[in-house]
């Protein structure tokens, strides 16, 4: 169910920790921030400013379940008279990284309480300069897990079934054995962790390496045995799967000399953007990869 899930704590404030929160759960974060009683939140519910409905927004069917807590205006509107709109927006509900969380908008919306992005990444927002403001952050990690689990899994199985030299006619239909190949994921986190319980199914060694070791019952669950130096992953994987934030910390988490680790007929799977695309580029270029598979890439599109 939507917003149904109990562990919804959130810490604000100067120290932003933005953990576990249904999107459909801002708006009980907002009714905090607002001090709003029952009676006025039912009778005047808050403005969120969102960037369209529609593909490139939100879906109506989430649109539907939005208006059953806020009042929204969408951006192109919004811009029409921002002087009219400005005072009375407390929400930003992001999608797709849109509406883009910058100064400029910031600063016209002086009843801003809350900017909440759909999904768990935050490279793009200026977090201390929105909380610096008195306006608190939220994401959404582990909201879309089972889908981008599932994308990742058929990246994984695109890789096992076409030769990367194929053109027209397939040059290996047999593809790559799967069953007792070795997978190491760097990033054990929500989607990491369903990645590997998938991979189960297929008979597969499964390897991880993570910030902080997960717990035995864990590892034993799904298989997977961790591996404290993320250099000896990549030298025994026969599939890598990068699933990790960007941050400053892992900016670049895989670059020359990483993938050099890497065996020359392993592949790489990578769901962060965390690799160094140049070197990535070079890597497959002198065979010193098989393959790569890529669920997003830096810019989007990439440039024809």
Known sequence: MLGNNPDRSVKFGNRWELVPVPFFSVYPLLYESCALSNQTMAEDKPWALISE??????????TDIIKQHFNIICLRDFLQNPQQHGPK????????????????????LPSLKVVANGGVGIDHLDVPY??????????????????????KMFLIGHQIAVDPKTTSIAQNPMGVEVT???????????????????????????????????????EQSVGASYCESMDDLLREADFVVLVVNLSPETKGLTSHRELSLMKPTATLVNVSLVVDQDALVKALQSG?????????????????
């Open 130 to 151: 929105i909380t610096s403001l008195g306006v608190k952050v939220a994401n959404t990690p582990g909201v879309k897990s089972n889908l981008i689990t599932s994308r």
């Open 180 to 218: 007792g190949s070795t997978l190491g994921i760097i990033g054990m986190g929500h989607i990491g962790y369903r990645i590997a319980r998938r991979s189960k199914g297929f008979d597969m060694k499964i390897l991880y390496h993570n910030r902080n070791r997960r717990r035995v019952e864990d």
């Open 89 to 108: 927006i407390q929400a930003i509900l992001m999608w797709n990284t849109f509406p883009a969380a910058e100064p400029s908008l910031l600063s016209s």
């Open 288 to 304: 010193e990869i098989r393959a790569a598979a890529l669920d997003v890439t830096h810019p989007e599109p990439l440039p024809r």
């Open 53 to 62: 409905v529609g593909e490139q927004g939100f879906i109506e069917e989430v």
